[in-house]
Structure formats: structure tokens, C-alpha cells
């Protein structure tokens, strides 16, 4: 029976131990100055080479020619302290594990006390120290800090954290590493050529990731794959069905059916993993290494040469096309979600179900919420400019219109069209006093965001989110010199509102009740009822430009904008005061039993007057048939005691 091959090729040497040369290094030139400490503290993962380490420092103190950073090996003591040695008496290894006890530790503390038998120093060895007790650590304590001569102490650990603070304090604290997969790759292919045994390099290159670093665990997995290897020796194929990973070729399909949005491919690749009894789990993570490989290509180009990267160069050169089919945004929400699915399949009870979950959340950058389903759309439509090239971005826009209007919120100046006074809503409600606006017209409360949900892209833009494709998103083509008739400006000019409502709401809402007027001297006219709408279309903020760059899109032409009162609207209002005076509306003065007559009078004679007669949401000038006008001019006590029968009784003296 042959021994496993991380026993037959455990490090006799410094030399020999693989990625630990921060360790090694200083550990040698300490034997060579005669400098080496009475303690030392190993730390590190499993399976890194702390206990292999502990006992060359051992061979190397108690070596013939010794302390030497290169025992001669032939020596009595280098013979017995060899990896696959006997072991000598004056080299003591105990597993705290089993000897954590405080009696452990008094025990030890009475044998340490005795000189060496054969050898220069008595070396204690002391493996997963951190369990210890408390009791056992203060009795080794004193002998730790000042031990006799010949005394020498090696603590190794996999958790330093819990060795206790006094203990670790009198040590020389070394921690160890995981070996990169590189040079674990490499150390798998030297014991292969000399067991010669045949192995793939893509093979080896699955072995070294599944070792995780530890080249214990590495060894070990080899030893089993080439024992159960044919007469063509370790393949790729074999390793793959033994080790449980996930097949290159599945990550491939996975990664091109998420760059073309191919939700039928990704789903027969999810029933071809599940099928194949892969572990969806194993799968995620595998998908989840594949995306950050991605990622750093994607960051970084050139970083495929600088050893980043532990596939075969073909496999990376595939890889480098799949990088150009995402953007950075992209790839970092599938990881984010993948990341987090890893998570959710620990333990889940429909393993299969929780993976299709986690695919179709990846298929849907455009309904997530917040920054990075954002993001991951905008890479999108940055991809689909560079493609489509000059001659087809129009069609492409139009093709992608969530993608277009969250584009265009993110990048345009959306705070310009945020008004930052307060609105009113036109009361219209019989008996109920009706509130006036200023100038500022009355936002619809579909529109206004709630100040404690989270702001949506939807929520930014109004209805430019959801609108069809109009001329406002496509680039105005060669504008021409002709001025179009007036009969086809305004056959055209509902759509040039529609523009203007893809391209701001506001200027939409300031504008939508308008209609062309005249045009001459590349000015257009345009005729507006409400005056308080043309004061603040004037006032600033841009209007006048989204107005006229949505003229020149839909009329080809480019007009300046004038916005003016209509006419019509004007001898409306100069006939109104007019009637108001030949028609003056006389109210009977309430007696003192009936104080409350009046308004009753108002709310049962003229409630069609009331309901018919609507205030314009941004008139200054009061309608000469408002109920609510009183033509009498009364304020103060005496409108009160007109119109609720009460009686000034003046002031109390007090005295």
C-alpha cells in the first residue's frame, strides 16, 4: 500500500515548502545568524504547511552542523526528524485538542525541566494550540517566558485570535497563507511528472482551485483522481465528473445567454445542470467566479497577462469576448445577485426552484429598483449606441424606450424643470372656499413623489417613462429653411406637444392649452389663455428651448417661440366686469332669527352657478359671477354681522 501523496511529499527543507516564502526566508536567516527565538506562534489556514515548517525548525536547530538553515540530512537527528522519520525523543508533538488540560500542561511543565537525550535542544510542538484551556495556558505561562536553555517552544494555530494574549505576547507570531492557485497548479504538475502519472493541465488546474490553496487538500484530491484514472490519465472530463464542479462549457452558455437577454437558453441551461445532478449551489459559486473574472477583464484589459487569472489561455480568450458583451454595471448587479442567491440556497428546500429565481432576476435589469438596476440599463443602451453606429440610432432608441428615459434622467438637468414653489389644488367643492394659485400651474398628485418611498426612474420622469416613441428622442434630422403654412403647424402641433411632454413635463403643462397663432420673421407665434402660465413660461428654467427643440424635431424648422395672451381670452375678460355691473347679485340682509339664512340662501338657489363656474387655476382677476364676490366691499364686523347675524358689543372695562 502506497502512502498518500501529501505524506510523500511533505517539505523535509525550507526550500521545499511552497508560497510561504515570507515565512521561510526570515525563519533561515535567523538559523543562519544563531538569532532563533525560544517561542514561536504558527498561524494560518489548514493544510498551509505550519506544522511541516515547525518540524524542519526542529531539524534545523538540532541538526550535527547545526543551527543551520540547511540540515546536512544524515545525521542521526536529521534521519529520525525526516518527513517520513521515526521521530526522536527530544522533539515532543501534542495535540492541544487532547492535551488542553491544566494536569497537561503541570505534566509538561515537570518534563521540560530535563535536558535533552541526544540532542542540542528539547523541542515542543505544540499543534492547534487555541484549544488550551485557560487554566492550561497560565500553567505553561511561566515556563514560556523564561524557559531553561535548552528549551524551545513551537505554538501552531488555525485561530491566533484565541490564543490568550500573555502567551502570544512571548512568541514570535508568523502567519501563514493559502497558496495561489498558480503555484499550486505548477506543484500538482512536478509530483505528477514524478509519480509519472499523465495528467491534462486543465485537469490539474481544477484539482489546484478545489484545494482552495491548502496544499494538503490539494494533494489529497489528486491522490484520488489519479488513482481512478483510465490508461489516458487524468482528464478533464474524469475530473470534472469527480470532483462535482461545473462544466466549463455550462458557464460559457450561461454567460452568453445573459449577454443576449436569451431567456429560453439560460433556462435549458438551468435543467441541463439540475439534470446532470450538479449541485445548484456549486453552480452559483462557480457563475459568481466566472462574473468576477469578467469584471476584472472588463476593468482591466491587459490583466489577462498578469497572472490574475488561473484558466488556460483559451479559456481566457473566450472569456475576453464575453466581457465585451456586458458593462461593468451589468456585471456587477449579476454578481450582487448571484452573490446573494449563494446565500439563499444554503439549506433551501427547492434548490432548482430558488436557481430559476435567481436566473430570472438576472434576465431583469430593467424592473429593478434603485442604483444598480439603473446602472445595468444604461450600460445597455451605451452598448447598443456603440453597435448600432450613426446609421441605426434612431431605430435603436426607439426599440428601448425604458432604457432611452432613464438614460435621459440620469444625464439631463432634470432639477431645472423641479419647481420649488408650492402648488394648490383648485378647490371645486360646493360651500367650501376655494384656494387660488399663483402663477405656478397645479401638479397632479400622480406626479408627486412621496417624501418616503424610494424615488423611481418612473417617478423622476412622468409619463416620459412610459410614453410611446415620439420625434423627441430621435435626432432632428437636416433642418430646413421653408417655413411650413400655418394650416400645417397646426395640424402638426399636437405632436409637437407630445414632444415636448417626452422632453419635460412642465414645459408640457405650461404649453398644452396653447395653439399657433402666426409665424413670421422665424418667430412663432402662440396664443395662451392663462396669463399666469405665459408669466412663468417667460420667467426662466428652459421652457422656451425644450419648446423649440421639440418645434424643430417635428417641423424641421427652426422657430423661436413667442408665448403671448390670447385674443379671444382678452375681450372675454374686458366684457366680464362689464356684466358684473349691469348684473350686480343682491343678498337680503338676515334678520336676528334667521343668522344663518344667507349661506343657506347661496347653497339652495345657485348651486348650477357654483358647479358651472370654474376659476382658471392661474388667474389673478376675479370672476364678476362668483358667488363668493361680494359686491358691497364689506370686510371685517360688519361682514360678519351681515352674514351671521352677530353683534359687536365692544369692549369689557374691568374695574
Same mark, same amino acid.
Given at each position: 500500500?502506497?502512502?498518500?501523496?501529501?505524506?510523500?511529499?511533505?517539505?523535509?527543507?525550507?526550500?521545499?515548502?511552497?508560497?510561504?516564502?515570507?515565512?521561510?526566508?526570515?525563519?533561515?536567516?535567523?538559523?543562519?545568524?544563531?538569532?532563533?527565538?525560544?517561542?514561536?506562534?504558527?498561524?494560518?489556514?489548514?493544510?498551509?504547511?505550519?506544522?511541516?515548517?515547525?518540524?524542519?525548525?526542529?531539524?534545523?536547530?538540532?541538526?550535527?552542523?547545526?543551527?543551520?538553515?540547511?540540515?546536512?540530512?544524515?545525521?542521526?537527528?536529521?534521519?529520525?526528524?525526516?518527513?517520513?522519520?521515526?521521530?526522536?525523543?527530544?522533539?515532543?508533538?501534542?495535540?492541544?485538542?487532547?492535551?488542553?488540560?491544566?494536569?497537561?500542561?503541570?505534566?509538561?511543565?515537570?518534563?521540560?525541566?530535563?535536558?535533552?537525550?541526544?540532542?542540542?535542544?528539547?523541542?515542543?510542538?505544540?499543534?492547534?494550540?487555541?484549544?488550551?484551556?485557560?487554566?492550561?495556558?497560565?500553567?505553561?505561562?511561566?515556563?514560556?517566558?523564561?524557559?531553561?536553555?535548552?528549551?524551545?517552544?513551537?505554538?501552531?494555530?488555525?485561530?491566533?485570535?484565541?490564543?490568550?494574549?500573555?502567551?502570544?505576547?512571548?512568541?514570535?507570531?508568523?502567519?501563514?497563507?493559502?497558496?495561489?492557485?498558480?503555484?499550486?497548479?505548477?506543484?500538482?504538475?512536478?509530483?505528477?511528472?514524478?509519480?509519472?502519472?499523465?495528467?491534462?493541465?486543465?485537469?490539474?488546474?481544477?484539482?489546484?482551485?478545489?484545494?482552495?490553496?491548502?496544499?494538503?487538500?490539494?494533494?489529497?484530491?489528486?491522490?484520488?483522481?489519479?488513482?481512478?484514472?483510465?490508461?489516458?490519465?487524468?482528464?478533464?472530463?474524469?475530473?470534472?465528473?469527480?470532483?462535482?464542479?461545473?462544466?466549463?462549457?455550462?458557464?460559457?452558455?450561461?454567460?452568453?445567454?445573459?449577454?443576449?437577454?436569451?431567456?429560453?437558453?439560460?433556462?435549458?441551461?438551468?435543467?441541463?445542470?439540475?439534470?446532470?445532478?450538479?449541485?445548484?449551489?456549486?453552480?452559483?459559486?462557480?457563475?459568481?467566479?466566472?462574473?468576477?473574472?469578467?469584471?476584472?477583464?472588463?476593468?482591466?484589459?491587459?490583466?489577462?497577462?498578469?497572472?490574475?487569472?488561473?484558466?488556460?489561455?483559451?479559456?481566457?480568450?473566450?472569456?475576453?469576448?464575453?466581457?465585451?458583451?456586458?458593462?461593468?454595471?451589468?456585471?456587477?448587479?449579476?454578481?450582487?445577485?448571484?452573490?446573494?442567491?449563494?446565500?439563499?440556497?444554503?439549506?433551501?428546500?427547492?434548490?432548482?426552484?430558488?436557481?430559476?429565481?435567481?436566473?430570472?432576476?438576472?434576465?431583469?435589469?430593467?424592473?429593478?429598483?434603485?442604483?444598480?438596476?439603473?446602472?445595468?440599463?444604461?450600460?445597455?443602451?451605451?452598448?447598443?449606441?456603440?453597435?448600432?453606429?450613426?446609421?441605426?440610432?434612431?431605430?435603436?432608441?426607439?426599440?428601448?424606450?425604458?432604457?432611452?428615459?432613464?438614460?435621459?434622467?440620469?444625464?439631463?438637468?432634470?432639477?431645472?424643470?423641479?419647481?420649488?414653489?408650492?402648488?394648490?389644488?383648485?378647490?371645486?367643492?360646493?360651500?367650501?372656499?376655494?384656494?387660488?394659485?399663483?402663477?405656478?400651474?397645479?401638479?397632479? *398628485?400622480? #406626479? !408627486? =413623489?412621496? $417624501? @418616503? %418611498?424610494?424615488?423611481?426612474?418612473?417617478?423622476?420622469?412622468?409619463? +416620459?417613462?412610459? /410614453? &410611446?416613441?415620439?420625434?423627441?428622442?430621435?435626432?432632428?434630422?437636416?433642418?430646413?429653411?421653408?417655413?411650413?403654412?400655418?394650416?400645417?403647424?397646426?395640424?402638426?402641433?399636437?405632436?409637437?406637444?407630445?414632444?415636448?411632454?417626452?422632453?419635460?413635463?412642465?414645459?408640457?403643462?405650461?404649453?398644452?392649452?396653447?395653439?399657433?397663432?402666426?409665424?413670421?420673421?422665424?418667430?412663432?407665434?402662440?396664443?395662451?389663455?392663462?396669463?399666469?402660465?405665459?408669466?412663468?413660461?417667460?420667467?426662466?428654467?428652459?421652457?422656451?428651448?425644450?419648446?423649440?427643440?421639440?418645434?424643430?424635431?417635428?417641423?424641421?424648422?427652426?422657430?423661436?417661440?413667442?408665448?403671448?395672451?390670447?385674443?379671444?381670452?382678452?375681450?372675454?375678460?374686458?366684457?366680464?366686469?362689464?356684466?358684473?355691473?349691469?348684473? *350686480?347679485? #343682491? !343678498? =337680503?340682509? $338676515? @334678520? %336676528?332669527?334667521?343668522?344663518?339664512?344667507?349661506?343657506?340662501?347661496? +347653497?339652495?338657489? /345657485? &348651486?348650477?352657478?357654483?358647479?358651472?363656474?370654474?376659476?382658471?387655476?392661474?388667474?389673478?382677476?376675479?370672476?364678476?359671477?362668483?358667488?363668493?364676490?361680494?359686491?358691497?366691499?364689506?370686510?371685517?364686523?360688519?361682514?360678519?354681522?351681515?352674514?351671521?347675524?352677530?353683534?359687536?358689543?365692544?369692549?369689557?372695562?374691568?374695574?
Amino acid at each position: 500500500m502506497s502512502l498518500a501523496l501529501y505524506r510523500t511529499y511533505r517539505p523535509g527543507r525550507f526550500a521545499d515548502v511552497i508560497g510561504q516564502e515570507h515565512v521561510t526566508e526570515p525563519l533561515k536567516r535567523a538559523l543562519a545568524s544563531d538569532r532563533v527565538h525560544h517561542a514561536y506562534l504558527f498561524s494560518g489556514p489548514r493544510g498551509c504547511g505550519k506544522t511541516s515548517s515547525a518540524r524542519i525548525l526542529a531539524r534545523s536547530l538540532n541538526c550535527e552542523q547545526g543551527p543551520t538553515a540547511e540540515p546536512c540530512g544524515v545525521c542521526p537527528s536529521c534521519i529520525d526528524l525526516a518527513p517520513n522519520g521515526l521521530g526522536s525523543l527530544d522533539v515532543v508533538e501534542l495535540d492541544a485538542a487532547t492535551h488542553g488540560l491544566v494536569d497537561d500542561a503541570r505534566d509538561l511543565r515537570e518534563k521540560a525541566i530535563y535536558s535533552p537525550v541526544s540532542s542540542r535542544y528539547k523541542i515542543y510542538i505544540i499543534d492547534e494550540a487555541h484549544q488550551l484551556g485557560p487554566a492550561a495556558a497560565n500553567a505553561l505561562l511561566k515556563l514560556v517566558e523564561e524557559p531553561p536553555p535548552h528549551l524551545r517552544f513551537v505554538f501552531a494555530t488555525t485561530e491566533p485570535e484565541k490564543i490568550i494574549g500573555t502567551i502570544k505576547s512571548r512568541t514570535h507570531h508568523y502567519a501563514f497563507r493559502l497558496v495561489p492557485v498558480r503555484i499550486l497548479q505548477q506543484h500538482l504538475a512536478l509530483i505528477c511528472e514524478q509519480e509519472g502519472a499523465v495528467a491534462e493541465p486543465a485537469a490539474l488546474a481544477l484539482v489546484a482551485r478545489a484545494g482552495a490553496g491548502s496544499v494538503r487538500d490539494a494533494l489529497s484530491i489528486l491522490g484520488q483522481l489519479l488513482a481512478g484514472s483510465g490508461a489516458s490519465g487524468l482528464t478533464y472530463t474524469e475530473a470534472v465528473a469527480q470532483l462535482g464542479v461545473t462544466d466549463l462549457a455550462l458557464l460559457d452558455d450561461v454567460v452568453g445567454a445573459l449577454a443576449t437577454h436569451d431567456g429560453a437558453g439560460l433556462f435549458h441551461v438551468i435543467d441541463r445542470v439540475v439534470s446532470a445532478g450538479h449541485d445548484p449551489r456549486r453552480f452559483a459559486t462557480d457563475l459568481l467566479e466566472r462574473l468576477r473574472d469578467l469584471i476584472v477583464l472588463s476593468a482591466i484589459p491587459e490583466s489577462g497577462d498578469s497572472g490574475l487569472f488561473d484558466v488556460p489561455a483559451d479559456q481566457l480568450t473566450t472569456m475576453r469576448e464575453q466581457a465585451t458583451g456586458f458593462g461593468l454595471a451589468e456585471l456587477s448587479r449579476a454578481a450582487d445577485l448571484v452573490s446573494a442567491g449563494i446565500s439563499e440556497l444554503k439549506g433551501a428546500t427547492a434548490p432548482r426552484l430558488q436557481l430559476e429565481l435567481l436566473v430570472a432576476r438576472l434576465l431583469l435589469p430593467g424592473a429593478a429598483e434603485g442604483s444598480a438596476g439603473m446602472l445595468a440599463r444604461l450600460d445597455r443602451v451605451e452598448r447598443r449606441l456603440a453597435a448600432v453606429g450613426e446609421g441605426g440610432l434612431h431605430a435603436s432608441l426607439s426599440a428601448d424606450r425604458p432604457a432611452v428615459s432613464a438614460a435621459v434622467s440620469a444625464t439631463s438637468a432634470i432639477p431645472t424643470d423641479v419647481d420649488p414653489e408650492p402648488t394648490a389644488a383648485v378647490a371645486a367643492t360646493r360651500g367650501t372656499p376655494r384656494a387660488r394659485t399663483n402663477d405656478t400651474p397645479p401638479v397632479p *398628485p400622480s #406626479t !408627486r =413623489p412621496s $417624501p @418616503s %418611498a424610494p424615488a423611481r426612474i418612473s417617478d423622476v420622469l412622468g409619463a +416620459a417613462a412610459i /410614453a &410611446p416613441p415620439t420625434t423627441a428622442t430621435a435626432l432632428p434630422e437636416t433642418v430646413t429653411a421653408e417655413v411650413p403654412s400655418m394650416e400645417s403647424i397646426r395640424a402638426l402641433w399636437p405632436a409637437v406637444l407630445e414632444a415636448v411632454k417626452s422632453s419635460s413635463r412642465i414645459a408640457w403643462m405650461l404649453v398644452e392649452d396653447s395653439r399657433p397663432l402666426s409665424v413670421s420673421d422665424g418667430v412663432l407665434t402662440l396664443a395662451c389663455a392663462d396669463q399666469g402660465r405665459i408669466v412663468r413660461f417667460r420667467s426662466g428654467g428652459g421652457h422656451d428651448e425644450r419648446l423649440r427643440s421639440a418645434v424643430i424635431n417635428v417641423l424641421r424648422v427652426d422657430l423661436s417661440v413667442e408665448l403671448v395672451l390670447d385674443p379671444q381670452h382678452a375681450a372675454a375678460e374686458t366684457a366680464a366686469p362689464a356684466k358684473a355691473k349691469a348684473s *350686480p347679485v #343682491t !343678498r =337680503p340682509k $338676515p @334678520s %336676528a332669527a334667521e343668522p344663518n339664512r344667507a349661506s343657506d340662501d347661496v +347653497a339652495e338657489t /345657485a &348651486p348650477s352657478t357654483i358647479q358651472a363656474d370654474v376659476v382658471e387655476p392661474n388667474s389673478d382677476e376675479p370672476n364678476a359671477d362668483d358667488p363668493d364676490l361680494d359686491p358691497t366691499g364689506l370686510s371685517g364686523i360688519a361682514l360678519i354681522e351681515r352674514e351671521h347675524g352677530g353683534k359687536s358689543i365692544g369692549e369689557f372695562e374691568n374695574g
